[in-house]
C-alpha cells in the first residue's frame, strides 16, 4: 500500500505509516499454501556434500555435546576498536561461482551481500564499506521462492544444489554471484533485522537446528546457518572448491554459556606459518575470533604486553591501565587452506593499517646475530642507573625479546629482578633498543660486570585473543603448528593469567598475583621459556554450565574470562644471540629525559614518547648563571651530565627556543631546575612538552553549550555551567578527559597559578576513569555547588567544582582534552585577558570572526551551538541562547536555538538539544468493520516500524503498549460491499513542538473513498481534543478528498512503505488512480506541541472505503 506524507519547514517533518492491511485480494493465502509444499519436499533426508560455512564449523560428526554459535553482524564495539561483526572472504577465479545461502534470507531485512575486489578501505576491524554492494542475494536475476534460504538442518548439511539446479538437488537452492575478476570478495551475512542494529540476536546454539527459531527473525543481528562455497564456471558443477574463505574477524554468540563449541579454524601468519586452532570445549557467550602478532598492547599502545588485559563490561571497554587491544591481523580459514590464494591474502601491520599483500608459499625461518650493547660510560659500560642501547641484527621482520638476567642463569622474562625488552621489528635488518638502566620493578640494576643479555626473535608468532570468554571448562584451545618443526614443540604456547604493571606504572589486578574471577587456572602461568602442551587442559577456566556471565570487572559471580581480553601465543623462535654488559659505579652524575608530556602531568612516564636527538642541555653554576658543561640529547631524549662534585648546587636548563625543537611543542614544565646533589647521583630531572594536536574525538564529542552570565556570586548560588554532546555514534569514553578555561599546552592559566579558572587552581577538572557518555547524550559540568537549583535531568553526566563564579563575562575560553592532552574541542567568547592564547589556526579548531558577539548574553542567558551538536568550529554558529543572532552571522543549517527553562529565570537548553528537535510518529490501524467497532488492541512486532506503536509518549502507555490505539491491522477477509474505517493515529514525541503537518494516504487498491462517512460531504474526522468533521472539498477546514486522477498539492511525497519515496516529488494525477486524503493537522501559525507533562500531542484522522 502507499501512502503520502508531507511536512514544512520549522522542521520538514517527513514519516512513514504502518501499512493496515484488509487483504484485499487474498494473496497471502496463495503464498502460503505454496510455501507449505516447499517446506514438505524439504523435509526427506539428503545426502551429506561438502562446503564451506556453518556445515563445515559444526558437522553431523561434532563431539557429543557441542552447540553453536550464531555469526553477527552489528554495531557494537569491543575494546572500542573492533567492530562485532563477520566480514567474510572469498577467493574466486574468474568466472567461478560463489554460492551463497542462509538461514535469515527472507526473513525480515536477511539478506547476503557481495562486494567485489578491492572496493574496501579503512584498518581491519573497522573497514569502510561501499553503499553499494556488487550482488545482493535478495536481488538475484530471476530469483526463485526460497533461494538462498537454508531452512533446515538438512538443508546446511546438504550443501548448495548446483547452479542450475540439476546436481545435490536434496540441497539448498543458491543464490549464486559468477566472479568477474581474478581476487578476494568480500561477502556480509546479515541477519533478519538487518545491518544496522547493536541488538543482542536470540541463538539457541542448537547444533541439530531442532527449533523453528534457528530459521525465523528470532536470530536478530545473527546468522545461525550460512554457506559460501565456491565452484568452477560449470552451473552443473558440485564440486566445492575448499580452503577459499576466511575472515580476519568472526564474530560470534551461543547465546547463553553453557554452550561448549568444539570447531577448528586454521590461520595463516604474515610470514606464512599455518595453524590448526581447535576450540576444545570453549564455553563463551558473545565473543570474536581473531589472531595477531600481539594479543594486547601495553599501556604505550606500541608494546606487546603479553599478559591479559581486565575490561569493565562484557564490550572489553577502558581496560585497566591503560592497556590496549590490538586489531586482528592473520587470515582465518575454515579449512585447510588452498594454497592458491596465499598470493592474494592482504597484509595488516599491528595497528591494523594495511601492508601489501601476499602470503609466503614457505615460512620464513627467523635468524639473528650481532647482539651489542653501548653503554652510557663507553663500549658496552653503563654508568649506574643510566642504561644504554641494544642493537642486532634480524634477517625478518617479527617480534624480539631480549632479557638481561641478574644471575646469568636465570631468563625469564617477567622475574622482578631481571629486564625483558620486547617490541616489534617492522622492518629487516639492524634494530636498535633503548634501556633505561632498571630491572621489571623498576629499580636501577646493581652495579656489576658481565651481567649476561640474550635475545630471540619470533617468527610465525601467533597470538589468539579470547575477548569475554567467559569459561573454558575442558582447557582449549589447541595449538598445532603444520608448516614446521617448532623447536618448542609443535603444540606450544604460552599464557600469563597474573597481575602486572604497565609501562606507564599502573598496576592491572596484583602484579605476581592471578587475576579476579571464579574459577582461576592452575597454574596461572606457563613456564616463560618453554611454555606448556595446549593438549593439556592447563588453562582450563572458569565453570561449567550456564553461569559466570554478570559483565562487570571483578563481579563475585563473574567466571575468570569474563570482562576479560585472555592472551595465548605460540611462535618459532631464532637460535638465541647473547651478550654481556657492566654496570659501573662512575662518578656522580645528572641526567634526565626531555619527553613529550601526553598526559600533561608533567611527569615522565615510560609509556610517554621522547622528543628527538640534539636538543642543546646546559649544566649552570646558579650563584653566578656560568655554563659548567654543554651537552645534547641523545635519539631516546636523554642526557647526562658526568664528574659533578656532591653537596653542590647546580642548575639544569634549556632554551625553549632551540631549533631542534619540533614545531609546536612547548614546554608544559619550567625551563631551569635548580637542586643540590648530595652523595648520589641525581636522576629524573626531565623536561615535559606539550604539543598541539587534535584528538580523534574532535568532532565527535563538542562543547555545545555555556552559562557564564550566572545569576548568583557564591558557590552555592553560582549557575554557571559547561554543557558537552557526543554527536557520534558510538559511546565516548570520558576517563581521564580534562576540562579547563586555559591552555594546558602553553600554561596560559586564567590568575596566578590557576587562581581565576574554573578549579581555582593550574590543574582541570578531570573527568573520573570509567566516565562513559552514550551517543546523543549530554554531559554537564557546573562550576557551582551540588544543590537543587543546579541540576539537568536529561543529561547523563554531571559533576560540580563547587567553586564561586570563574568563567568571566567579559571573556573566556574553554577547552576539552582527551587522556593524551589532545584537544577534543575549544570555544572562545568576548575578550581580555582570561582569553588566553588560542590554538594554532592551521588546526581549524575554531574561526574567531564573531567570538566578541557572543561575550553579549544577559544575565542567566547562555551562548549555544546550533545546530545541535554540529560543530563547524566557527564562532558563526554560537548565539546567546534564542537571539538568532547566528542567523545573520552566516552559520550554514542555521536553526533557532531554544529555551527549556520553565521558571522564567534563564534562557538556556542545559542538558537538552539547543533546537527544537521535533518527532512525529504514525500509526495507522482498521477501527470499524460495516459499522461496528473493532475492539482489540494490536501490537505490531514485525514491521520496520513495529516501535512506533510502543512510543511511551501515547497516552495510557504504562503497560507498555498504548490502550488509545484502537484496531487492528489486518482486517481479515472482506467481501465487496464491505465498509471499513481507517484512522491514522499521530503523536508529537519529541523535545519541540511541530509546525506544519500534511498527512496524506492513499485509499486502498480495490476500494472507493465513502463520501459521506460522517456527515453529508464529509468523509473525513480530524480529533486533536475534541473531533471535528472535515468536508471533502478544498475549502476552508484542513481535510480534502483527492479523487482518481487529481494532482496532489506539492506538499505531498508519494511514499512507497516498502521501498520508501519514490521519487520525492508530489503525487502526480496519473499515479492517483485510487483517490486520497489531505489532512492539515498543524498549520504555519499553530503547532503540535511536545510530549510534556499537560500537553496535549496527539490526535488522528479517520476515513472510510467500501470495498468493491
Same mark, same amino acid.
Given at each position: 500500500?502507499?501512502?503520502?506524507?508531507?511536512?514544512?519547514?520549522?522542521?520538514?517533518?517527513?514519516?512513514?505509516?504502518?501499512?493496515?492491511?484488509?487483504?484485499?485480494?487474498?494473496?497471502?493465502?496463495?503464498?502460503?499454501?505454496?510455501?507449505?509444499?516447499?517446506?514438505?519436499?524439504?523435509?526427506?533426508?539428503?545426502?551429506?556434500?561438502?562446503?564451506?560455512?556453518?556445515?563445515?564449523?559444526?558437522?553431523?560428526?561434532?563431539?557429543?555435546?557441542?552447540?553453536?554459535?550464531?555469526?553477527?553482524?552489528?554495531?557494537?564495539?569491543?575494546?572500542?576498536?573492533?567492530?562485532?561483526?563477520?566480514?567474510?572472504?572469498?577467493?574466486?577465479?574468474?568466472?567461478?561461482?560463489?554460492?551463497?545461502?542462509?538461514?535469515?534470507?527472507?526473513?525480515?531485512?536477511?539478506?547476503?551481500?557481495?562486494?567485489?575486489?578491492?572496493?574496501?578501505?579503512?584498518?581491519?576491524?573497522?573497514?569502510?564499506?561501499?553503499?553499494?554492494?556488487?550482488?545482493?542475494?535478495?536481488?538475484?536475476p530471476n530469483k526463485k521462492p526460497g533461494q538462498g534460504y537454508i531452512s533446515s538442518r538438512a538443508l546446511e548439511l546438504a550443501g548448495p544444489q548446483s547452479?542450475?539446479?540439476?546436481?545435490?538437488?536434496?540441497?539448498?537452492?543458491?543464490?549464486?554471484?559468477?566472479?568477474?575478476?581474478?581476487?578476494?570478495?568480500?561477502?556480509?551475512?546479515?541477519?533478519?533485522?538487518?545491518?544496522?542494529?547493536?541488538?543482542?540476536?536470540?541463538?539457541?546454539?542448537?547444533?541439530?537446528?531442532?527449533?523453528?527459531?534457528?530459521?525465523?527473525?528470532?536470530?536478530?543481528?545473527?546468522?545461525?546457518?550460512?554457506d559460501v562455497t565456491v565452484r568452477s564456471s560449470d552451473p552443473k558443477s558440485t564440486t566445492d572448491i575448499n580452503g577459499r574463505l576466511f575472515s580476519y574477524?568472526?564474530?560470534?554468540?551461543?547465546?547463553?554459556?553453557?554452550?561448549?563449541?568444539?570447531?577448528?579454524?586454521?590461520?595463516?601468519?604474515?610470514?606464512?606459518?599455518?595453524?590448526?586452532?581447535?576450540?576444545?570445549?570453549?564455553?563463551?557467550?558473545?565473543?570474536?575470533?581473531?589472531?595477531?602478532?600481539?594479543?594486547?598492547?601495553?599501556?604505550?599502545?606500541?608494546?606487546?604486553?603479553?599478559?591479559?588485559?581486565?575490561?569493565?563490561?562484557?564490550?572489553?571497554?577502558?581496560?585497566?591501565?591503560?592497556?590496549?587491544?590490538?586489531?586482528?591481523?592473520?587470515?582465518?580459514?575454515?579449512?585447510?587452506?588452498?594454497?592458491?590464494?596465499?598470493?592474494?591474502?592482504?597484509?595488516?601491520?599491528?595497528?591494523?593499517?594495511?601492508?601489501?599483500?601476499?602470503?609466503?608459499?614457505?615460512?620464513?625461518?627467523?635468524?639473528?646475530?650481532?647482539?651489542?650493547?653501548?653503554?652510557?660510560?663507553?663500549?658496552?659500560?653503563?654508568?649506574?642507573?643510566?642504561?644504554?642501547?641494544?642493537?642486532?641484527?634480524?634477517?625478518?621482520?617479527?617480534?624480539?625479546?631480549?632479557?638481561?638476567?641478574?644471575?646469568?642463569?636465570?631468563?625469564?622474562?617477567?622475574?622482578?629482578?631481571?629486564?625483558?625488552?620486547?617490541?616489534?621489528?617492522?622492518?629487516?635488518?639492524?634494530?636498535?633498543?633503548?634501556?633505561?638502566?632498571?630491572?621489571?620493578?623498576?629499580?636501577?640494576?646493581?652495579?656489576?660486570?658481565?651481567?649476561?643479555?640474550?635475545?630471540?626473535?619470533?617468527?610465525?608468532?601467533?597470538?589468539?585473543?579470547?575477548?569475554?570468554?567467559?569459561?573454558?571448562?575442558?582447557?582449549?584451545?589447541?595449538?598445532?603448528?603444520?608448516?614446521?618443526?617448532?623447536?618448542?614443540?609443535?603444540?606450544?604456547?604460552?599464557?600469563?593469567?597474573?597481575?602486572?604493571?604497565?609501562?606507564?606504572?599502573?598496576?592491572?589486578?596484583?602484579?605476581?598475583?592471578?587475576?579476579?574471577?571464579?574459577?582461576?587456572?592452575?597454574?596461572?602461568?606457563?613456564?616463560?621459556?618453554?611454555?606448556?602442551?595446549?593438549?593439556?587442559?592447563?588453562?582450563?577456566?572458569?565453570?561449567?554450565?550456564?553461569?559466570?556471565?554478570?559483565?562487570?570487572?571483578?563481579?563475585?559471580?563473574?567466571?575468570?574470562?569474563?570482562?576479560?581480553?585472555?592472551?595465548?601465543? =605460540?611462535?618459532?623462535?631464532?637460535?638465541?644471540?647473547?651478550?654481556?654488559?657492566?654496570?659501573?659505579?662512575?662518578?656522580?652524575?645528572?641526567?634526565?629525559?626531555?619527553?613529550?608530556?601526553?598526559?600533561?602531568?608533567?611527569?615522565?612516564?615510560?609509556?610517554?614518547?621522547?622528543?628527538?636527538?640534539?636538543?642543546?642541555?646546559?649544566?649552570?653554576?646558579?650563584?653566578?648563571?656560568?655554563?659548567?658543561?654543554?651537552?645534547?640529547?641523545?635519539?631516546?631524549?636523554?642526557?647526562?651530565?658526568?664528574?659533578?662534585?656532591?653537596? =653542590?648546587?647546580?642548575?639544569?636548563?634549556?632554551?625553549?627556543?632551540?631549533?631542534?625543537?619540533?614545531?609546536?611543542?612547548?614546554?608544559?614544565?619550567?625551563?631551569?631546575?635548580?637542586?643540590?646533589?648530595?652523595?648520589?647521583?641525581?636522576?629524573?630531572?626531565?623536561?615535559?612538552?606539550?604539543?598541539?594536536?587534535?584528538?580523534?574525538?574532535?568532532?565527535?564529542?563538542?562543547?555545545?553549550?555555556?552559562?557564564?552570565?550566572?545569576?548568583?556570586?557564591?558557590?552555592?548560588?553560582?549557575?554557571?555551567?559547561?554543557?558537552?554532546?557526543?554527536?557520534?555514534?558510538?559511546?565516548?569514553?570520558?576517563?581521564?578527559?580534562?576540562?579547563?578555561?586555559?591552555?594546558?599546552?602553553?600554561?596560559?592559566?586564567?590568575?596566578?597559578?590557576?587562581?581565576?579558572?574554573?578549579?581555582?587552581?593550574?590543574?582541570?577538572?578531570?573527568?573520573?576513569?570509567?566516565?562513559?557518555?552514550?551517543?546523543?547524550?549530554?554531559?554537564?559540568?557546573?562550576?557551582?555547588?551540588?544543590?537543587?537549583?543546579?541540576?539537568?535531568?536529561?543529561?547523563?553526566?554531571?559533576?560540580?567544582?563547587?567553586?564561586?563564579?570563574?568563567?568571566?563575562?567579559?571573556?573566556?575560553?574553554?577547552?576539552?582534552?582527551?587522556?593524551?592532552?589532545?584537544?577534543?574541542?575549544?570555544?572562545?567568547?568576548?575578550?581580555?585577558?582570561?582569553?588566553?592564547?588560542?590554538?594554532?589556526?592551521?588546526?581549524?579548531?575554531?574561526?574567531?570572526?564573531?567570538?566578541?558577539?557572543?561575550?553579549?548574553?544577559?544575565?542567566?542567558?547562555?551562548?549555544?551551538?546550533?545546530?545541535?551538536?554540529?560543530?563547524?568550529?566557527?564562532?558563526?554558529?554560537?548565539?546567546?541562547?534564542?537571539?538568532?543572532?547566528?542567523?545573520?552571522?552566516?552559520?550554514?543549517?542555521?536553526?533557532?536555538?531554544?529555551?527549556?527553562?520553565?521558571?522564567?529565570?534563564?534562557?538556556?537548553?542545559?542538558?537538552?538539544?539547543?533546537?527544537?528537535?521535533?518527532?512525529?510518529?504514525?500509526?495507522?490501524?482498521?477501527?470499524?468493520?460495516?459499522?461496528?467497532?473493532?475492539?482489540?488492541?494490536?501490537?505490531?512486532? =514485525?514491521?520496520?516500524?513495529?516501535?512506533?506503536?510502543?512510543?511511551?509518549?501515547?497516552?495510557?502507555?504504562?503497560?507498555?503498549?498504548?490502550?488509545?490505539?484502537?484496531?487492528?491491522?489486518?482486517g481479515g477477509k472482506v467481501k465487496p460491499g464491505d465498509e471499513l474505517e481507517y484512522t491514522i493515529y499521530f503523536l508529537s514525541s519529541g523535545e519541540g513542538?511541530?509546525?506544519?503537518?500534511?498527512?496524506?494516504?492513499?485509499?486502498?487498491?480495490?476500494?472507493?473513498?465513502?463520501?459521506?462517512?460522517?456527515?453529508?460531504?464529509?468523509?473525513?474526522?480530524?480529533?486533536?481534543?475534541? =473531533?471535528?468533521?472535515?468536508?471533502?472539498?478544498?475549502?476552508?477546514?484542513?481535510?480534502?478528498?483527492?479523487?482518481?486522477?487529481?494532482?496532489?498539492?506539492?506538499?505531498?511525497?508519494?511514499?512507497?512503505?516498502?521501498?520508501?519515496?519514490?521519487?520525492?516529488?508530489?503525487?502526480?494525477?496519473?499515479?492517483?488512480?485510487?483517490?486520497?486524503?489531505?489532512?492539515?493537522?498543524?498549520?504555519?501559525?499553530?503547532?503540535?506541541?511536545?510530549?510534556?507533562?499537560?500537553?496535549?500531542?496527539?490526535?488522528?484522522?479517520?476515513?472510510?472505503?467500501?470495498?468493491?
Amino acid at each position: 500500500m502507499n501512502q503520502l506524507i508531507s511536512g514544512a519547514s520549522e522542521p520538514l517533518m517527513s514519516k512513514h505509516l504502518l501499512a493496515a492491511n484488509n487483504s484485499i485480494p487474498n494473496r497471502y493465502g496463495r503464498l502460503l499454501g505454496s510455501l507449505a509444499l516447499s517446506l514438505c519436499a524439504l523435509s526427506s533426508w539428503m545426502q551429506p556434500v561438502n562446503a564451506e560455512g556453518s556445515r563445515t564449523l559444526y558437522p553431523s560428526t561434532a563431539p557429543t555435546g557441542s552447540s553453536r554459535a550464531n555469526l553477527e553482524w552489528r554495531t557494537n564495539l569491543y575494546g572500542n576498536l573492533v567492530k562485532r561483526r563477520t566480514l567474510l572472504k572469498v577467493y574466486a577465479n574468474q568466472g567461478e561461482y560463489i554460492l551463497l545461502g542462509s538461514s535469515a534470507v527472507e526473513q525480515g531485512s536477511g539478506d547476503i551481500l557481495v562486494y567485489n575486489p578491492n572496493t574496501f578501505t579503512g584498518n581491519v576491524g573497522d573497514e569502510n564499506i561501499p553503499g553499494t554492494p556488487d550482488f545482493k542475494c535478495s536481488t538475484q536475476p530471476n530469483k526463485k521462492p526460497g533461494q538462498g534460504y537454508i531452512s533446515s538442518r538438512a538443508l546446511e548439511l546438504a550443501g548448495p544444489q548446483s547452479v542450475d539446479g540439476t546436481a545435490n538437488t536434496t540441497g539448498y537452492i543458491p543464490c549464486y554471484y559468477k566472479a568477474p575478476s581474478t581476487g578476494v570478495y568480500n561477502v556480509v551475512m546479515y541477519g533478519p533485522i538487518g545491518g544496522d542494529s547493536g541488538a543482542d540476536g536470540g541463538p539457541t546454539g542448537e547444533l541439530d537446528m531442532g527449533s523453528p527459531n534457528n530459521f525465523n527473525s528470532t536470530q536478530g543481528s545473527t546468522v545461525a546457518a550460512w554457506d559460501v562455497t565456491v565452484r568452477s564456471s560449470d552451473p552443473k558443477s558440485t564440486t566445492d572448491i575448499n580452503g577459499r574463505l576466511f575472515s580476519y574477524y568472526l564474530a560470534l554468540f551461543t547465546g547463553n554459556n553453557g554452550r561448549p563449541l568444539n570447531f577448528p579454524i586454521y590461520p595463516i601468519t604474515t610470514d606464512g606459518y599455518k595453524y590448526k586452532v581447535e576450540l576444545r570445549g570453549l564455553d563463551p557467550n558473545g565473543f570474536v575470533i581473531f589472531g595477531n602478532q600481539v594479543g594486547f598492547f601495553d599501556s604505550d599502545g606500541k608494546t606487546p604486553l603479553y599478559h591479559d588485559i581486565l575490561g569493565q563490561d562484557s564490550q572489553i571497554s577502558n581496560p585497566d591501565g591503560n592497556t590496549k587491544l590490538a586489531r586482528p591481523q592473520y587470515g582465518t580459514f575454515f579449512n585447510p587452506i588452498d594454497s592458491t590464494v596465499l598470493s592474494y591474502i592482504d597484509l595488516y601491520a599491528t595497528d591494523g593499517r594495511y601492508d601489501g599483500t601476499g602470503v609466503p608459499s614457505s615460512p620464513v625461518t627467523p635468524e639473528v646475530k650481532d647482539l651489542k650493547f653501548t653503554g652510557t660510560a663507553g663500549a658496552n659500560n653503563s654508568s649506574f642507573g643510566t642504561g644504554g642501547t641494544f642493537t642486532f641484527d634480524s634477517k625478518e621482520k617479527g617480534n624480539y625479546e631480549i632479557v638481561i638476567s641478574l644471575d646469568g642463569v636465570n631468563y625469564d622474562p617477567t622475574k622482578a629482578q631481571n629486564r625483558s625488552l620486547r617490541g616489534i621489528m617492522a622492518a629487516v635488518g639492524v634494530q636498535s633498543v633503548f634501556w633505561n638502566g632498571k630491572d621489571n620493578s623498576g629499580k636501577d640494576f646493581p652495579v656489576g660486570t658481565n651481567y649476561k643479555v640474550r635475545v630471540k626473535v619470533h617468527s610465525g608468532e601467533y597470538h589468539f585473543p579470547l575477548l569475554d570468554a567467559e569459561n573454558n571448562f575442558t582447557g582449549g584451545p589447541t595449538i598445532t603448528m603444520l608448516n614446521g618443526t617448532n623447536p618448542l614443540g609443535n603444540t606450544t604456547a604460552f599464557y600469563d593469567d597474573r597481575g602486572y604493571t604497565t609501562i606507564g606504572g599502573i598496576n592491572v589486578g596484583t602484579p605476581g598475583a592471578v587475576l579476579c574471577g571464579v574459577g582461576q587456572p592452575s597454574p596461572t602461568f606457563s613456564n616463560t621459556i618453554s611454555g606448556f602442551n595446549t593438549e593439556s587442559n592447563n588453562r582450563k577456566f572458569g565453570q561449567s554450565g550456564n553461569q559466570g556471565n554478570p559483565g562487570k570487572k571483578c563481579d563475585p559471580a563473574g567466571s575468570f574470562g569474563d570482562t576479560k581480553g585472555l592472551d595465548i601465543w =605460540t611462535y618459532f623462535p631464532a637460535s638465541a644471540q647473547d651478550s654481556q654488559l657492566n654496570i659501573i659505579d662512575s662518578k656522580l652524575t645528572i641526567s634526565g629525559t626531555l619527553y613529550k608530556d601526553n598526559d600533561g602531568n608533567s611527569k615522565f612516564d615510560s609509556a610517554e614518547p621522547t622528543v628527538p636527538a640534539g636538543i642543546t642541555v646546559k649544566l649552570i653554576n646558579p650563584t653566578d648563571n656560568s655554563v659548567i658543561a654543554t651537552t645534547t640529547t641523545n635519539e631516546y631524549g636523554a642526557y647526562i651530565f658526568t664528574g659533578v662534585t656532591s653537596n =653542590t648546587n647546580y642548575q639544569v636548563q634549556i632554551d625553549p627556543n632551540d631549533s631542534k625543537i619540533p614545531t609546536g611543542f612547548f614546554l608544559s614544565t619550567p625551563k631551569n631546575l635548580t637542586f643540590k646533589v648530595t652523595t648520589d647521583s641525581l636522576s629524573n630531572q626531565n623536561f615535559g612538552f606539550n604539543v598541539y594536536q587534535v584528538s580523534l574525538d574532535a568532532g565527535k564529542v563538542i562543547i555545545n553549550e555555556a552559562f557564564y552570565k550566572e545569576t548568583g556570586a557564591t558557590a552555592d548560588t553560582n549557575d554557571e555551567f559547561i554543557e558537552i554532546y557526543n554527536a557520534s555514534n558510538s559511546i565516548a569514553n570520558l576517563s581521564y578527559w580534562k576540562l579547563m578555561d586555559g591552555n594546558l599546552i602553553q600554561n596560559n592559566i586564567d590568575g596566578i597559578n590557576g587562581i581565576d579558572s574554573i578549579t581555582s587552581k593550574s590543574s582541570p577538572y578531570l573527568f573520573p576513569n570509567g566516565t562513559t557518555l552514550a551517543p546523543g547524550k549530554y554531559a554537564v559540568i557546573w562550576i557551582g555547588k551540588n544543590n537543587p537549583n543546579h541540576q539537568s535531568p536529561k543529561a547523563t553526566v554531571q559533576a560540580w567544582l563547587e567553586q564561586t563564579p570563574k568563567l568571566n563575562n567579559d571573556g573566556d575560553d574553554i577547552w576539552l582534552y582527551d587522556n593524551q592532552n589532545q584537544i577534543v574541542d575549544y570555544i572562545a567568547y568576548g575578550s581580555g585577558s582570561e582569553v588566553n592564547t588560542p590554538p594554532p589556526t592551521f588546526l581549524n579548531l575554531w574561526n574567531s570572526t564573531y567570538q566578541s558577539a557572543l561575550a553579549g548574553a544577559l544575565s542567566g542567558q547562555s551562548i549555544s551551538l546550533t545546530k545541535n551538536g554540529l560543530d563547524g568550529n566557527t564562532s558563526a554558529c554560537w548565539e546567546p541562547t534564542t537571539s538568532a543572532i547566528a542567523k545573520t552571522q552566516g552559520c550554514t543549517n542555521y536553526l533557532p536555538t531554544r529555551n527549556t527553562d520553565t521558571t522564567g529565570k534563564y534562557k538556556t537548553s542545559v542538558g537538552a538539544n539547543n533546537n527544537d528537535p521535533a518527532k512525529l510518529v504514525l500509526v495507522k490501524r482498521i477501527t470499524k468493520i460495516n459499522g461496528a467497532e473493532v475492539t482489540e488492541y494490536v501490537d505490531d512486532t =514485525t514491521s520496520a516500524k513495529k516501535n512506533d506503536d510502543n512510543d511511551p509518549n501515547w497516552p495510557n502507555s504504562n503497560s507498555g503498549f498504548s490502550t488509545f490505539l484502537r484496531g487492528a491491522i489486518n482486517g481479515g477477509k472482506v467481501k465487496p460491499g464491505d465498509e471499513l474505517e481507517y484512522t491514522i493515529y499521530f503523536l508529537s514525541s519529541g523535545e519541540g513542538a511541530i509546525k506544519n503537518v500534511n498527512i496524506c494516504d492513499l485509499v486502498p487498491n480495490n476500494s472507493s473513498f465513502v463520501d459521506n462517512a460522517f456527515a453529508s460531504g464529509s468523509g473525513i474526522a480530524l480529533q486533536i481534543g475534541s =473531533t471535528t468533521n472535515l468536508t471533502n472539498a478544498n475549502d476552508s477546514d484542513r481535510g480534502q478528498y483527492l479523487a482518481p486522477g487529481t494532482a496532489a498539492p506539492g506538499t505531498c511525497n508519494k511514499v512507497d512503505i516498502l521501498n520508501g519515496v519514490t521519487p520525492p516529488n508530489a503525487l502526480s494525477a496519473a499515479q492517483n488512480t485510487t483517490g486520497a486524503v489531505l489532512v492539515n493537522v498543524i498549520n504555519g501559525s499553530t503547532t503540535l506541541p511536545d510530549a510534556a507533562p499537560g500537553s496535549l500531542p496527539y490526535g488522528f484522522i479517520r476515513f472510510h472505503v467500501k470495498v468493491k
